[in-house]
């Protein structure tokens, strides 16, 4: 093998709730120092399969599946592996052979399928959570399931739904008709949800802008896909309005993160320390940012 030659292993990491360092880019080095007898008791375990890219040019079998990969050449000067939600992409240098390819993917052979699996069941635990719009679904409010129920007898003011408690389960009452469309309950429900949000939230900064000591002057609805809040040294704060999905907890945790940039704008250990002033348990509710039930919006 020609001496240059280097294996990069990268992940692309589709929806995850944002960490200051993604954990599952270490997952290459794990694999390298596990002992042998541990790779063999996984290549035990991994069933039969198959994964096709949907431009796949190529094939290979690993671990007794069938890879069917998308195969680049370009100016580099490594093989690249990349999985992501289509599946394997490997990229190689122009004068990297494909014998040599081969063996880079027999040699990665168990971290692939591990990823690949891995991104499969992320992907079918996504598509299992996405909110079916109609009469009677239910959606996730401040960590609660709430059960959307169409009453066409009422508007609700402008709000134009209304959450009753008063009920078996909490109900979101929603002022459409029953034939109304999958895109109009949708509509319905997010203005009422992101209403919410603005409420909780600016109630949440209140309670903790005094005793961090700082002041926040404005606050913005975002729908970023990967990013939870962000805060600018002038005191606007922007918060993700689907955070009004998880339970006040969580909720808490993000406002305090934000506020706390008003005091020290980076995520050295000042920072952090500051945020645990307020919020003691701020690493396991970070952790439950990436809570994958939590339904995404298209």
């Not at 096709?52 to 069917?68: F, G, K, M, Y």
């Not at 409010?141 to 508007?155: I, K, M, Q």
């Amino acid at each position: 093998m020609h001496p240059l030659l280097r294996y990069t292993l990268d992940l692309f990491e589709p929806y995850h709730a944002p960490a200051p360092v993604p954990k599952t880019l270490k997952a290459p080095e794990t694999i390298a120092k596990e002992p042998r007898q541990v790779e063999g008791r996984l290549a035990e375990l991994i069933a039969p399969a198959s994964f096709r890219h949907p431009r796949a040019n190529r094939e290979s079998r690993l671990c007794d599946a069938l890879v069917a990969y998308e195969f680049k050449r370009g100016k580099r000067r490594t093989i690249g592996f990349s999985v992501g939600p289509d599946g394997l992409v490997v990229r190689a240098p122009k004068w990297v052979s494909l014998t040599e390819v081969e063996a880079a993917l027999q040699e990665k052979s168990l971290w692939i399928i591990r990823k690949l699996g891995e991104t499969r069941e992320r992907h079918e635990r996504l598509v299992s959570n996405r909110i079916e719009w109609r009469d009677g679904t239910h959606i996730p409010f401040l960590g609660e399931s709430v059960t959307v129920v169409l009453d066409p007898r009422h508007a609700f003011g402008a709000a134009g739904a209304e959450l009753r408690n008063d009920l078996a389960l909490p109900t979101l009452q929603v002022g459409l008709p029953h034939a109304a469309t999958p895109e109009q309950i949708r509509d319905a429900v997010q203005a009422w949800l992101m209403r919410q949000a603005r409420q909780v939230f600016m109630e949440r900064l209140d309670h903790f802008a005094p005793q961090l000591q700082v002041q926040w002057r404005k606050l913005s609805l975002s729908n970023a896909g990967t990013r939870w809040g962000s805060a600018r040294i002038d005191g606007s704060i922007r918060l993700n309005w689907r955070l009004i999905h998880y339970r006040p907890a969580v909720i808490d945790y993000v406002v305090a993160h934000e506020l706390s940039h008003l005091r020290v704008m980076d995520h050295s250990p000042r920072f952090w320390d500051t945020v645990r002033s307020v919020v003691p348990d701020y690493a396991v509710l970070r952790e439950q940012l990436k809570d994958e039930s939590v339904p995404r919006w298209q």
